[in-house]
């Protein structure tokens, strides 16, 4: 099915440790976007990028990385993580005619 | 500061009863309006968007209505079902921003019971 696919679903790391979420569409969107989601929040922007090549900076990029190598593929890399990223990732995509296509998120714990 | 604020925070209503969902907005200026469905464990997915100048949008039983002039808006669930339980987010574009610019309310969990 067309969408957005995220990938891990869930896991578990150490504090200090480092990961890379992988997430993918297929809808040949311009714009991709990781988003954090903690209780009681709304979403907050992470990164995002508006093509193969280019990211920036969202509302609160600190103590991530981001990588849009191509079009359809979007990382987010935690170097060295920390309790505080204890959250659930959501990426979405989207085109400027078309609305935000979110994927199902990543659970991640840091402890 | 541009905001989003959703009232209640939870709700429990009985299968079949109607229920509405609150949004007040400070985002200025302000481009669209957005209501999403969030499934536990799901990501969120779109119900409604409307423009500044629309005052109403319905996506089979569910009504969004916009007050723009008192940046207000509201999510009405009709009949409800189980399958309704899940958190409702509201989310504002900034007239002056773009795709990167959404600015999210924190949800209304909403419980529908047998």
């Known amino acids: 099915n067309a969408g957005v696919t995220q990938t891990p679903k869930f896991r578990v790391l150490k504090t200090g440790q480092s990961m890379t979420l992988l997430c993918a569409q297929d809808?040949?969107?311009?714009?991709m976007y990781w988003y954090r989601q903690d209780p009681g929040m709304g979403l907050r922007l992470i990164h995002y990028s508006v093509g193969e090549g280019t990211t920036a900076k969202g509302e609160v990029p600190d103590g991530y990385n981001v990588s849009r190598l191509k079009k359809q593929n979007f990382l987010l890399g935690l170097e060295s993580a920390a309790p505080s990223q204890t959250s659930v990732y959501f990426c979405a995509s989207s085109s400027m005619n078309f609305g935000y296509t979110f994927g199902s998120g990543t659970r991640l714990t840091v402890v | 500061k541009n905001q989003v604020e959703q009232s209640p925070q939870s709700l429990i209503i009985l299968e079949g009863k109607n229920c509405t969902l609150q949004c007040n907005y400070t985002v200025s200026p302000f481009s669209n309006l957005r209501w999403y469905k969030q499934d536990t464990g799901r990501g969120p997915v779109s119900l409604t968007i409307?423009?500044?100048?629309?005052n109403t949008k319905s996506n089979g039983r569910y009504t969004a209505t916009l007050d723009a002039d008192t940046k207000q808006s509201s999510l009405h669930i009709t009949a409800s079902q189980l399958s309704d339980s899940a958190s409702y987010i509201c989310?504002?574009?900034?007239?002056?921003?773009?795709?990167?610019?959404?600015?999210f309310g924190a949800g209304t969990r909403l419980a529908v019971h047998p």
């Open positions: 989310v504002v574009t900034p007239g002056d921003g773009g795709y990167n610019k959404l600015i």
């Open positions: 809808m040949n969107h311009e714009y």
């Open positions: 409307m423009t500044f100048s629309e």
